[in-house]
């Protein structure tokens, strides 16, 4: 940390005539080695409910492509036109989802208390969600996915499904050095996304405001060989055919059967495929070859099941104990395996060797020879030995089933399943434990199945090399004057980024925002509070996070061309003795060194142009405002007095309109203007068109920010009783619809948009010549309108000629209109007439030529 002082100097090199400048440092500033490392922004979009993500903020679409506006500016929120949809949705992190090969069905059954999508009939299956999991060799996409909705009694589940087959790769844990992410796992993961603005998708705040009671991971795995299989004489080797029982096998026999995969889940149904080389013969009492199968645990092979059609279904009173998570290769059993093994016993005796020398000792005991006379003998030899029945498996897999609930309430962190948000930026866990309880939280809820957003535009801005209490000086530099004229301003919502990815709002007395609401720019003194975090997932770890938000309206406040930390502000140091004055407006980068340099720091720059500041007042207007000042003695009581104080404070305004009785009120959540309206002062600004880029001349509103500051100065010095109103003009449109001729061998496209453009200048001439005069109010005759087409030089003749009066207008509709008329009139006394232009779709009047009119 650095400390200067407030009158430190800078050099600000020489002015017009040839004198030296110094600019000094307007208070103490104690800098730090903070920098702005990371820009992000989103929005969301009205009506459609669509998030928007800008992970690079400071560019034209939000993803990095350079930026084409002449003054470098982009949008606070992002540009609604040109960013795209924020990859925003869950994630579920669990042991279940270990899955080596096979036929994989995967189910996520998310349960509501009540009726989340109404819209959607049940069992009817949408594909609005797209997937990814964790591959041997990366993110396994999975664009298929289904999402069933289910009605229950009290609420509504949501039923997530998707199917991999023996072809796809083997699901195994999360690795960063594989997968690229930052999660602090090491179970397999899968990830579902939002597909944002598709044909019959969900809408993003359909799901993000609804409180989730639980969701259940199941899992459905057909044909595992991957399997660990030996019986009491050893290892076998299942990729050929084997004796699952080895040779002989007498009663109670035992084949193993052991997998990591299977055993630390919590199963609901076991089904072993034998598929037997020879088909063995069932024993004349009907009796099933394999009667139980034993499980071990503790060391013991004491839980016991009944084998059904070589399955097992568990439940309640048949539970399965899962052993504890183990994600490594599985093992040969050995003697100090204590868990893990399956052990199918043989139920019958017919394959052992007593019974097969049993058989062997009845053939021989048919062998005999019987003398029938003195010479002849007859031979009883048996047929051949009996040949071994053997138990032989081709091959052998296992089906299973298994699931499990995440309920949010577990008295600790669960390890085996975890829930994840996915943000456009990040992710954070999800559960009850993480929930912030401090009192300056973000007012928002955790437990949702996406994340939830509450305001419809944030910009965040990490810091690196800033720790928690540090001060921060940071420069917003906007693009004065592009905020949307007709929205009012906004409150701009501070936060900062505590523990366990939580947003906290910052206390009022640690900002100090001289933007006022993004409506100008300044600097914003930040004093970052002790329990700022700079561990994060949710965005970029590693820095000191602010996130600026607005609840609506995200084009009432100004674009923004850079935001720089370690700003100060300088002033010039006038000395009339050496004739040294403001003159005229310092450019950028002018100011790089100090007066007595200071080893400490590096550098100092002056990345834009002077603000403020006024010339030398000469005599005739120093005459002209002690007059006004002796008339008016700065109160503002007449019309005449709120005009020429604002005038004389604010210089970029050209013209003003005091309304006394006129003001402005509320009703349904829209406000109105009334004329008759007592106590209530109405103010009405013009801008001066000179050197103002983002002004339309057409229609030339104020800056909002710049209304504001007229606000806040007028409301020094007027009565208390008087309810001041600052606001821009109401511009009405005139339109006009005819046919027109013009003379032989004319390029009609060209005259076409010259008329047009002579059409503008007559309704507006002062957007044309600052000479002119503009008028509130007054009257427009078609008559007069349409003399001037007709003595156009290339005009022949006009035909059908109509005048509309446009007096409100949304976009493309025209909400309020009169239709061919003779005169128009302002409708209100802040009303300005005005030539018809849409922005939107770049039409002004509509002319058709050539001329055909059958009236």
């Known amino acids: 940390k650095h400390l200067l002082s407030k009158g430190t100097l800078f050099k600000g090199g020489k002015d017009s005539i040839g004198k030296e400048l110094a600019y000094e440092l307007s208070d103490d500033i104690v800098l730090n080695k903070a920098v702005v490392s990371q820009i992000h922004s989103q929005q969301m979009l009205h009506p459609s409910a669509v998030l928007q993500a800008s992970p690079v903020a400071a560019s034209d679409d939000g993803a990095g492509t350079p930026i084409q506006s002449g003054d470098q500016s982009w949008f606070t929120f992002g540009d609604a036109r040109k960013a795209k949809a924020a990859n925003s949705g869950f994630a579920i992190a669990s042991n279940l989802l270990l899955m080596k090969e096979g036929e994989r069905r995967v189910s996520i059954i998310v349960s509501y208390d009540k009726q989340v999508l109404k819209s959607i009939s049940p069992r009817v299956s949408i594909n609005c969600f797209r997937a990814e999991i964790t591959g041997a060799k990366g993110w396994h996409k999975i664009e298929d996915v289904r999402l069933n909705v289910r009605k229950q009694f009290t609420g509504q589940q949501l039923n997530f499904s998707f199917t991999l087959s023996p072809d796809d790769p083997a699901i195994v844990p999360f690795s960063a050095d594989v997968h690229k992410e930052n999660f602090s796992v090491d179970l397999p993961m899968v990830k579902f996304y939002l597909k944002q603005g598709v044909a019959g998708g969900i809408p993003y705040g359909s799901l993000d405001s609804t409180k989730i009671n639980s969701v259940t991971v199941r899992v459905a795995v057909d044909g595992l060989k991957d399997l660990t299989l030996?019986?009491?004489?050893?290892?076998?080797?299942?990729?050929k055919p084997f004796k699952p029982f080895g040779d002989f096998p007498a009663r109670d026999a035992s084949f193993y059967i052991g997998s990591h995969e299977i055993v630390q889940k919590q199963l609901d149904r076991i089904e072993f495929n034998l598929s037997w080389k020879d088909e063995p013969e069932a024993e004349s009492s009907g009796t099933d070859y394999f009667g139980k199968v034993y499980y071990l645990r503790q060391s013991k092979w004491d839980d016991e099941y009944t084998l059904v059609n070589n399955s097992i279904d568990f439940n309640d009173i048949n539970a399965f104990t899962k052993t504890p998570i183990n994600l490594d290769a599985d093992e040969q059993l050995q003697q100090q395996t204590k868990e893990g093994f399956f052990k199918i016993r043989l139920n019958t005796n017919r394959h052992s060797l007593s019974n097969h020398m049993e058989l062997i000792r009845d053939q021989m005991d048919r062998f005999s020879i019987v003398k029938t006379d003195d010479t002849t003998y007859d031979l009883?030899?048996?047929?051949?030995?009996?040949?071994?029945?053997?138990?032989?498996?081709?091959?052998?897999?296992?089906?299973?089933?298994?699931?499990?609930t995440i309920t949010f309430a577990e008295p600790s962190l669960p390890t085996e399943h975890q829930f994840f948000h996915l943000g456009p930026f990040g992710h954070r866990r999800v559960h009850n434990l993480l929930t912030d309880e401090a009192n300056n939280r973000e007012p928002i809820e955790l437990l949702t199945l996406v994340p939830?957003?509450?305001?419809?535009?944030?910009?965040?801005?990490?810091?690196?090399?800033?720790t928690a209490g540090l001060i921060l000086n940071v420069l917003f530099q906007l693009a004065d004057g592009s905020s949307?004229?007709?929205?009012?301003?906004?409150?701009?919502?501070?936060?900062?980024?505590?523990?366990?990815?939580?947003w906290r709002r910052f206390e009022?007395?640690?900002?100090?925002?001289?933007t006022f609401n993004f409506t100008e720019s300044g600097i914003v003194t930040i004093a970052i509070p002790s329990d700022a975090s700079t561990n994060s997932t949710i965005v970029a770890n590693g820095m000191i996070w602010i996130r600026v938000s607005v609840d609506e309206n995200c084009d009432a406040v100004c674009k923004v061309i850079k935001i720089a930390a370690q700003a100060a502000k300088v002033v010039l140091v006038q000395d009339e003795t050496r004739n040294i004055e403001f003159r005229n407006s310092l450019p950028g980068k002018a100011i790089s060194k100090f007066v007595i340099s200071d080893p400490a720091i590096k550098k100092a720059e002056q990345p834009f142009d002077s603000f403020g500041g006024r010339t030398k007042e000469t005599d005739d207007k120093f005459y002209l405002r002690v007059s006004e000042r002796l008339r008016h003695k700065q109160r503002a009581i007449t019309m005449w007095d709120y005009e020429h104080i604002l005038l004389e404070e604010f210089p970029t305004i050209f013209k003003v309109r005091c309304l006394n009785h006129a003001g402005f009120y509320s009703k349904n959540n829209q406000e109105h203007f009334c004329e008759h309206f007592p106590g209530h002062v109405t103010i009405v600004t013009i801008p001066d068109l000179k050197n103002k880029a983002n002004i339309n001349a057409l229609r030339p509103y104020t800056a909002v920010g710049l209304l504001e500051s007229i606000q806040r100065y007028l409301e020094k010095v007027t009565s208390p009783f008087v309810k001041l109103h600052v606001r821009n003009p109401v511009f009405e449109e005139i339109q006009l619809d005819f046919e027109v001729k013009f003379h032989e061998n004319l390029d009609q496209s060209f005259y076409l948009q010259l008329l047009n453009q002579e059409i503008e200048r007559f309704l507006c001439p002062w957007a044309f010549d600052g000479q002119n005069e503009i008028s509130f109010g007054g009257k427009i005759r078609k008559s007069a309108i349409l003399n001037f087409v007709e003595e156009r030089p290339y005009v022949d003749y006009v035909t059908c000629f109509q005048m509309n009066h446009v007096i409100e207008r949304i976009g493309t509709v025209h909400t309020k209109q009169l239709l061919n008329i003779e005169i128009a009139e302002g409708s209100t006394s802040r009303s300005i007439l005005v030539s018809y232009y849409n922005e939107e779709t770049t039409t002004r009047h509509l002319i058709k030529s050539p001329a055909n009119c059958e009236c």
């Open 452 to 466: 939830q957003i509450i305001y419809d535009g944030s910009l965040f801005v990490g810091f690196e090399n800033a």
């Open 508 to 514: 009022k007395q640690h900002i100090i925002d001289r």
């Open 484 to 502: 949307n004229p007709l929205k009012r301003m906004q409150p701009l919502e501070w936060h900062y980024l505590s523990a366990n990815n939580n």
């Open 230 to 239: 030996s019986n009491d004489f050893g290892t076998l080797e299942a990729s």
């Open 380 to 404: 009883n030899i048996p047929t051949a030995p009996p040949v071994p029945v053997e138990i032989m498996l081709d091959h052998f897999s296992v089906n299973y089933i298994a699931s499990s």
